[in-house]
């Protein structure tokens, strides 16, 4: 299998547009995501995942999700009017994924839930869970194409790390020799060379 043909398998390929990084505003103007955010974005998912370890033996990024104290449902558990329901209120505009934030009936604490299209591969319903936790790491508060092409990118870089330490153990290797907090300042310092600007902010 080809690294072209491996990206797909972990990205999916069903998803629309040519550049998952740009969108169309309501107004038809283009939106495009400035290289800045996206830099952001990495360090964020880089971040993320060294808390949890990921490059450890038994990460599972279902477990990543759930040890937030955030449910993970699949669509196949709910009628199709709950699902609709489910999108009204949802912080995503995508279909395929409902990520909602709600109050408890009972004690009022935030509540929150991740439901997906599981009628696709696991790579798939990988990237579509990876977009809506993204939703949530970013504390978007409302539904727009501004949130959904950084979810989006969130999700792209977090299986990107996923699938490389998977194939090639390159955090695990690093982290042997320099150590865990290296890892993360590492690649800080390389976003901060290209863009020759502070992104501890």
């Not at 283009?30 to 808390?51: A, C, D, G, K, M």
């Not at 999700?65 to 196949?76: A, C, G, Q, T, V």
């Not at 009017?81 to 990520?99: A, D, F, P, T, V």
């Not at 490389?164 to 042997?176: C, G, L, P, T, V």
């Amino acid at each position: 299998m080809s690294e072209t043909e491996s990206i797909k398998q972990i990205l999916g390929n069903n998803f629309p547009g040519n550049n998952l990084l740009e969108a169309n505003m309501e107004d038809g103007t283009p939106y495009i995501l400035p290289p800045w955010r996206i830099n952001q974005i990495v360090l964020l998912v880089v971040r993320t995942l060294s808390e949890v370890e990921y490059y450890s033996d038994d990460f599972d990024y279902r477990k990543m999700i759930r040890d937030k104290n955030i449910k993970l449902k699949k669509f196949s558990a709910f009628s199709q009017e709950n699902i609709e329901q489910y999108k009204k209120i949802s912080l995503s505009r995508w279909n395929e994924g409902i990520c909602i934030i709600f109050p408890d009936s009972v004690t009022g604490e935030q509540r929150r839930m991740i439901a997906y299209n599981d009628s696709h591969s696991d790579s798939e319903c990988m990237h579509i869970v990876l977009h809506e936790y993204g939703h949530i790491v970013m504390h978007h508060t409302e539904q727009s194409i501004n949130a959904e092409v950084e979810a989006t990118c969130f999700a792209i870089a977090m299986s990107m790390f996923l699938m490389i330490e998977q194939i090639f153990h390159a955090a695990r290797n690093f982290i042997k020799t320099s150590g865990k907090e290296a890892l993360v300042k590492e690649i800080e310092d390389v976003i901060n060379s290209r863009e020759g600007g502070d992104m501890k902010k």
